[in-house]
């Protein structure tokens, strides 16, 4: 195993905090969600794969959009407490699931149809794991219609933002060294 330099964690805490942040207020905003719109709920789980994509997509080394993942849910969870297993949980359920298909290809393909088809597998697993955990006999059928595609579409879109991101810092000079 490589050693993993101090620029590479330092790159990665800061995009971790910037990512934790976000995801603090997009707890809140899932909360609000849950309780005045619950089939809108899904549009904010994508904000959870700002720092893993980001972390990815500007340093290109393998474990930064896990490591990114889990510090923005511990900096996510220093403004909501009570929901640190969820912030946690999320960030290296998203950070694996993010690096999967290029850890699949041994991080030898930076393709930008990876970073997608990883968005919507990931939104589509926890799609289904909502389906499940909140019970499918519950709502109606179009309720579902509605909910499960915004929990697929989120990922995708917030995959698209991180790049972006991703790419200005990069051409801004950001992680030139790393």
Known sequence: ????STRILLSCAAIGVGGGLVAGASGYLAAAFAVFGPLFYGITVGSH??????????????????LAGVLAGLVGAAFAPWWLDRF???????????ELPFLLTRYRRWD????????????LVIAVA??????AEHYAWWAW?????????????F????RLIAARLARAGVARTV
Do not use: C, D, E, K
């Open 1 to 4: 195993m490589q050693r993993v």
């Open 88 to 98: 946690l949980l999320t960030g290296v359920l998203v950070g694996a699931l993010i």
């Open 49 to 66: 794969f700002l720092p893993s994509v980001i972390a990815l997509a500007l340093l290109r080394r393998p474990g930064t959009a896990l």
């Open 130 to 135: 909502v389906f499940i955990a909140l019970g």
């Open 112 to 123: 930008a149809w990876l970073f997608y088809a990883s968005g919507a597998f990931s939104g």
């Open 159 to 162: 995959t698209w933002v991180g």
């Open 145 to 157: 219609a509605i909910a499960l595609p915004l929990w697929v579409i989120s990922p995708v879109l």
